[in-house]
């Protein structure tokens, strides 16, 4: 299964630890070990995304310890429900998490966190 991963209102090193918490449980579909979000010039914000295969049989227990943060940070998962549920399970391992909103359709789900760090 494919979740989508957008990760917004955080400065390049909060989107990195993001999205390395997947990484450690799930790989990425285009992304590869050195390919980590960059901070780019501008006035607008950014916006990192990334795809990630979550096999139907993904155990996230432990996947990953407390994560820091330098402040909140918006995510947004998206792709099949069951995908986006083990994702979602596996940022709750690493952060503190509140969930924003929630979106099903047919075939797919959309869910919005903002995570903070949970220092160990």
């Known amino acids: 299964m494919k979740v989508t991963v957008t990760v917004t209102d955080c400065p390049a090193q909060d989107a990195r630890t993001v999205l390395e918490v997947l990484a450690k449980g799930f790989p990425s579909s285009d992304r590869g070990p050195g390919d980590l979000p960059q901070d780019t010039p ?10 990630f295969d979550v096999p139907d049989d993904a155990h996230t227990d432990g996947a ?3 994560s820091s943060l330098s402040g909140s940070v918006t995510v947004t ?3 099949a429900p069951e995908g986006v549920e083990l994702a979602r399970n596996a940022l709750a391992a690493g952060f503190s998490l509140v969930d924003e909103g929630d ?3 047919d075939q797919e789900r959309e869910v919005r966190l903002r995570l903070a760090g949970r220092d160990g």
Request: hydrophobic share 35%; proline share 11%; aromatic share 6%.
């Open 42 to 51: 501008g006035a607008g914000p950014t916006v990192w995304t990334s795809v």
């Open 64 to 66: 990953a310890g407390p």
């Open 77 to 79: 998962l998206q792709g």
């Open 103 to 105: 979106a099903s359709g």
